[in-house]
């Protein structure tokens, strides 16, 4: 990772940022201590809603059943205590 200077990089922002976008890390220095890291943006990743509730059925799935007698909110109180 190659770093500059704050008073730099304030000057070089549009080509540190094209250069960012290109998949390099830069860090950016503040009296010779690194102060951050310009970074790629991350691709957003679209959520699938049928994705997410086949997730939630397998959890549900592997659940152990209650206990005969037994219901969430005894749980709950339980957990409280």
């Known amino acids: 990772m190659r770093t500059i200077g704050l008073f730099e990089a304030k000057q070089k922002l549009s080509e540190l940022v094209e250069r960012a976008g290109d998949g390099e890390q830069i860090g950016?220095?503040?009296?010779?201590?690194?102060?951050?890291?310009?970074?790629?943006?991350?691709?957003?990743?679209?959520?699938?809603?049928?994705?997410?509730?086949?997730?939630?059925?397998?959890?549900?799935?592997?659940?152990?059943?209650?206990?005969?007698?037994?219901?969430i909110k005894d749980l709950i109180e339980e957990g409280r205590k």
């Open 28 to 71: 950016i220095t503040r009296r010779g201590r690194l102060a951050a890291i310009l970074v790629p943006a991350r691709e957003d990743k679209k959520v699938n809603l049928k994705e997410i509730f086949a997730s939630i059925e397998r959890i549900r799935k592997r659940a152990k059943p209650l206990p005969k007698g037994m219901t």
